[in-house]
């Protein structure tokens, strides 16, 4: 599946919103409160004020143009650390994620895209360019994945330091 990660603008948001309500409508599940806590902070920061070094980004299937994958991007300097620190949070799959429609596979795709791209990110867009990345992780049942992913991360030279503690995976890279 080729994909694209993109900062949504207003536009981009409300055609997501009301794809994944059709989609809500499809699996007879109400819209309005489907993950009510996150995506009521996205669509205020999607549709708010645009801020500098916070924004709402999206992974897109390029072939069907429909969102997989939304999440809150942040880029702050937190104690503790050394240097800028990117924060994927509020993360939320598309309702044919979340009601069953996809296989275990495809879900650990979108998971290790949004990995990546999150990557590049930190790497690339100004902004949001930092020296460690935080992702929060959907549920518990996502630490063994990233565990995994983290301990063959581990031994690529990008990374410094690769660590996944409760739900969180924290990221350094080399300098």
Not at 39 to 47: F, S
Not at 61 to 89: F, M
Not at 125 to 150: E, Y
Request: some cysteine.
């Amino acid at each position: 599946m080729a994909s694209k990660f993109e900062k949504l603008n207003s536009k981009a948001w409300l055609k997501l919103r009301d794809d994944w309500r059709a989609q809500c409508e499809k699996f007879e599940e109400d819209f309005d409160t489907y993950q009510i806590a996150s995506m009521g902070v996205l669509e205020e920061l999607a549709l708010g004020e645009p801020q500098k070094k916070a924004a709402v980004f999206g992974l897109q299937d390029t072939n069907t143009k429909k969102y997989l994958a939304v999440c809150q991007l942040n880029c702050a300097r937190i104690p503790n650390w050394d240097g800028s620190v990117l924060r994927l949070r509020m993360l939320t799959l598309s309702p044919s994620y979340e009601f069953g429609l996809h296989s275990l596979e495809e879900y650990g795709s979108v998971l290790t895209k949004l990995f990546f791209e999150l990557s590049k990110t930190s790497l690339k867009k100004p902004n949001f360019v930092s020296d460690h990345i935080h992702m929060h992780l959907k549920s518990p049942a996502d630490q063994s994945f990233f565990a995994m992913l983290g301990a063959e991360l581990d031994k690529v030279s990008q990374y410094e330091k690769v660590d996944s503690r409760g739900t969180w995976l924290y990221i350094t890279h080399a300098k």
